[in-house]
């Protein structure tokens, strides 16, 4: 799997080094300096890591970069609308120009004509992952237009603003550093003036790198552990999924090893969450806030027993509870969460970024029982809505988005 | 100036024979991006060079004029003289280099003796800087489309570099005699007495 290689080569190498020759130097240089340091409790001996911003993330692969990738600390999602006179032709000159700037971007290369070059130096992990929407798909081949691609069925609790909807080609630009994130951005975008126009930016963000154990669930902004079930990415179950297999219709073979991409704008309101009692807050969900265990007990990634009743004879996990809820008895009805928290002078809340190989068998009853019952949606509202549909990565020579042209 | 401008007459044969090869729809020919193929023998100076990261800037066919940027790197360990290029695209090519003008500001004006890629160096084509200037453009150059340059060394041995487009505001140096890259500014104060010196 080329695309989520995680190339953290030379810093994790150089980790390595440094631990080894740590070692070495303390069993070799105890006195002298050494001692008078570690007495003083000054700089420790170990040669300090690398900065993390020279890590790379291989652009090119079978999957795109940017799903099965851990999540970096930012992210930004731009969604473009194509002018009325990109025509395919014009379309598939944008593909080949974000392509390159994207390999070259990732790999801490400057773009071509980067009037920043030394923004592009540290890239901090960054990845660039494209993502089509209806109406690119429909400009290239109208016959290639999956059935889920489009604005998703209604739900009743969705408050959407046209602001946060739609777009006909998502650019999801994510880094460990926020300058990786602008400086690709900014290029990536001035590559697709002459095409599209930016019709909305999300930013998101998470604990910022090495601020936990890699791999810790992330907290959303209402306190809550957000992410427990993810399918774990490099595992079957992960690649059933999230990858599409290109079947689903005559049209859709050009999205092998591609995925699906639900971009929603949850609005939290915290100020009404600010006024629920923490036994309230845990029963909504249904997890302990401590630790995201269930609430019937274990650790986080322990199963909840929805059978299991309280003293009362009421279910330990209510009904109304987000994970009852959310759960489904169809283990196919599952997608791979990968969100972010936003939060700006209007409010906060989730950039939650679902990818999965099929929107309507997977996303759509799941939202389909929240929208029904969900005791969470006290104070969560979906605002913005978008579905994209995720090309398979590229090799050196090729583009994303080359198998729609084939 | 003893030396008679050697770009101009030079590039007017290979726009021919560019032409011949290349019609007029060079940009649409699909190229392997940025990678020069030696043509002539090992030994000639062609061969000893590639363009790293090429790109033209795009303009629409009205703004006459536009320049292709990159680096030249010599991987041989003799020095290479890029005398003379030829493109489809436009009717007129020229080795540039950018200089400061009697009013201080930058201008652009034919460079005398080609651009030298000396031993094992490396050359680069910048705005605001050398660069090979594409004139009397016949087409759109669009972000995105791809054009085929023609580049020919002292020895005469030549190779074609491969070119995207590529959206850019900058680079809008005058030039000796009027015009400048893409905007189409004039900015006048530049054709005097050093272009009519430069070009005696």
């Not at chain 1, 300058?179 to 990536?188: D, F, N, Y």
């Amino acid at each position: 799997m080329p695309a989520r290689a995680d190339s953290s080569g030379p810093s994790r190498r150089n980790l390595l080094l440094g631990g080894a020759a740590a070692g070495a130097g303390a069993a070799a240089l105890v006195g002298g300096d050494a001692l008078l340091r570690a007495a003083g409790g000054g700089e420790p001996a170990a040669a300090p890591e690398p900065p993390f911003g020279g890590r790379t993330v291989a652009f090119h692969g079978r999957h795109q970069a940017g799903i099965a990738t851990p999540p970096q600390a930012h992210a930004r999602f731009i969604a473009l609308d194509l002018e009325g006179g990109t025509d395919r032709g014009a379309v598939r000159r944008l593909l080949r120009l974000l392509s390159d700037d994207a390999a070259r971007l990732t790999a801490g290369e400057a773009a071509l004509a980067d009037t920043e070059p030394e923004l592009a130096h540290d890239p901090a992990g960054l990845t660039v992952t494209f993502g089509f929407g209806r109406g690119l798909v429909e400009r290239v081949d109208p016959a290639a237009v999956p059935e889920w691609l489009g604005p998703l069925p209604e739900f009743g609790r969705d408050r959407l603003s046209e602001r946060w909807c739609g777009g006909d080609l998502l650019l999801q630009v994510c880094a460990d550093d926020p300058v990786s994130v602008s400086h690709a951005a900014r290029m990536l975008t001035k590559d697709s003036r002459a095409f599209a126009r930016v019709r909305w930016v999300q930013e998101g963000f998470r604990r910022a790198r090495g601020a936990q154990p890699a791999g810790a669930t992330m907290r959303n902004l209402m306190g809550q552990v957000d992410g427990t079930t993810n399918p774990a990415p490099g595992t079957p179950d992960f690649a059933d999924l999230v990858w599409h297999r290109g079947g689903g219709g005559a049209g859709a073979a050009w999205l092998r090893h591609g995925s699906a991409l639900v971009v929603r704008r949850i609005a939290m309101d915290l100020d009404e969450w600010d006024r629920l009692d923490r036994p309230g807050r845990e029963e909504a969900v249904g997890r302990r806030l401590s630790d995201g265990a269930p609430l019937t007990g274990g650790g986080e990634h322990d199963e909840p027993d929805f059978e299991a009743v309280g003293a009362l004879g009421f279910p330990v996990i209510p009904e109304y509870a987000h994970i009852r809820r959310a759960r489904s008895a169809d283990p196919a009805e599952r997608i791979f969460r990968r969100a972010y928290n936003y939060e700006d002078t209007e409010g906060a809340g989730l950039v939650f970024a679902a990818f999965q190989a099929d929107v309507t068998r997977q996303f759509v009853p799941i939202q389909r029982r929240l929208d029904e019952l969900d005791l969470l949606n006290e104070w969560v509202t979906a605002i913005g809505s978008a579905v994209f549909a995720v090309p398979p990565g590229c090799g050196p020579d090729g583009f994303v988005g080359e198998t729609l042209f084939a | 100036m003893a030396r008679p401008h050697p770009a101009l007459p030079l590039a007017a044969a290979f726009l021919a024979a560019g032409a011949a090869l290349t019609g007029c729809g060079a940009g649409a020919a699909a190229g392997s991006g940025g990678g020069a193929a030696p043509e002539a023998s090992p030994s000639a100076q062609a061969a000893a060079i590639t363009v790293e990261d090429a790109w033209v800037k795009a303009v629409p066919a009205e703004d006459g004029m536009t320049a292709l940027f990159g680096v030249l790197v010599n991987d041989s360990g003799q020095e290479a003289r890029l005398v003379a290029a030829a493109t489809g695209v436009a009717g007129t090519v020229e080795l540039h280099e950018v200089v400061t003008g009697d009013d201080g500001n930058p201008v652009m004006r034919p460079k005398e003796d080609g651009f030298v890629i000396g031993a094992n160096g490396r050359h680069a084509l910048e705005p605001g800087a050398d660069h090979i200037m594409l004139m009397e453009l016949g087409e759109d150059l669009e972000p995105g489309q791809e054009v085929e340059v023609e580049l020919e060394f002292a020895d005469g041995s030549t190779t074609e570099v491969t070119a995207p487009v590529k959206d850019f505001a900058g680079g809008e140096e005058s030039y000796e005699g009027g015009g400048s890259h893409g905007g189409g500014h004039d900015h006048g104060g530049a054709e005097g007495a050093d272009g009519a010196e430069d070009h005696g």
